[in-house]
């Protein structure tokens, strides 16, 4: 998040975060967009599929709000610029968030540096974050890109947390969800999430979810390693679930998956993106468990 302020802060230029499938980009770009003063920054957000230079143009501009974006792609520029100068004009400036970013081809990716061409005397009028899975490094390093990597100000890899940050990780999301007593987990309990989930964050929210809801159902006091074993053992069994290191292969490969592969991922993507809108609300029922266990009921 450090690096996304940072960036923020210098108001031009470009930010690229990268990270595997699930290592917390999306959370950032959350994150981001609540801390931004709304009466001074006009934000995108652009998740990005596979789009050519001219089609990049017309959903930059669409989600920053212009409509009926037809005609030549200069016409489109010049809509886009017309709306940049404007926003100069109100003290406002212009923030352009691209997720997914890996799925640019280079040409689209050189669409977003003319972009970064628009200015007012020495100030620029767009600045860009690029967020993408850790192959979009090998699309920047493009001959055609050498301009663009002249503009990059910041550049932040998002790797898999180690044992000891996923601890400090759960008990921080328990602490944020008014959990103040001690640890509901046992060491070795943490251990076994951090072995599964491979200290990546979203199978951790997973995980931590699933025990929780165990833990408040079954009235435990405390989550053992047998506890998360069993929670492992269902998600397995799930038509939906995708191994950790499934996620994290493709990347490393730099190869492309399979049409049944990536349909498996979206069908995680969309089953996890409802379960982290749960979290709080399981973590929140994690605080009675005790008071479960020692007979009082809510």
């Not at 999430?193 to 165990?214: C, E, K, Q, S």
Request: charged share 25%.
């Amino acid at each position: 998040m450090s690096y996304l302020e940072y960036g923020l802060h210098q108001g031009e230029g470009f930010i690229v975060v990268t990270g595997e499938i699930g290592a917390g980009k999306t959370t950032l770009v959350r994150n981001l967009f609540r801390k931004l003063p709304t009466d001074r920054i006009v934000a995108a957000h652009l998740v990005s599929t596979q789009l050519d230079s001219d089609d990049i143009l017309r959903m930059i501009g669409a989600a920053f709000g212009l409509q009926n974006l037809e005609g030549s792609k200069v016409q489109v520029l010049q809509r886009i610029e017309g709306f940049l100068r404007d926003c100069s004009t109100r003290q406002m400036r212009a923030l352009l968030i691209v997720d997914e970013a890996q799925n640019l081809t280079a040409k689209a990716v050189e669409e977003l540096r003319m972009l970064s061409n628009f200015q007012v005397g020495e100030k620029p009028l767009l600045q860009s974050f690029l967020l993408g899975q850790p192959e979009f490094r090998d699309t920047l390093r493009g001959e055609d890109l050498l301009q663009l990597r002249q503009r990059v100000i910041a550049s932040y890899h998002l790797g898999a947390m180690d044992e000891a940050e996923t601890r400090q990780y759960i008990e921080h999301r328990m602490a944020l969800a008014g959990w103040n007593r001690p640890s509901l987990f046992t060491d070795a309990a943490f251990s076994e999430i951090y072995r599964f989930a491979r200290g990546i964050p979203r199978m951790i929210n997973t995980v931590a979810d699933r025990l929780l809801l165990m833990g408040y159902l079954d009235e435990l006091s405390s989550i053992d390693a047998a506890n998360v074993t069993q929670v492992v053992d269902d998600m397995r069994q799930e038509m939906a679930f995708v191994d950790p290191e499934d996620l994290i292969q493709p990347a490393r490969q730099h190869s492309r998956v399979s049409a049944n592969t990536q349909l498996q991922l979206e069908l995680f993507e969309e089953r996890l993106n409802r379960v982290e809108e749960s979290v709080g609300n399981v973590l929140r029922l994690a605080r009675q468990v005790l008071d479960l266990a020692t007979g009082r009921r809510p």
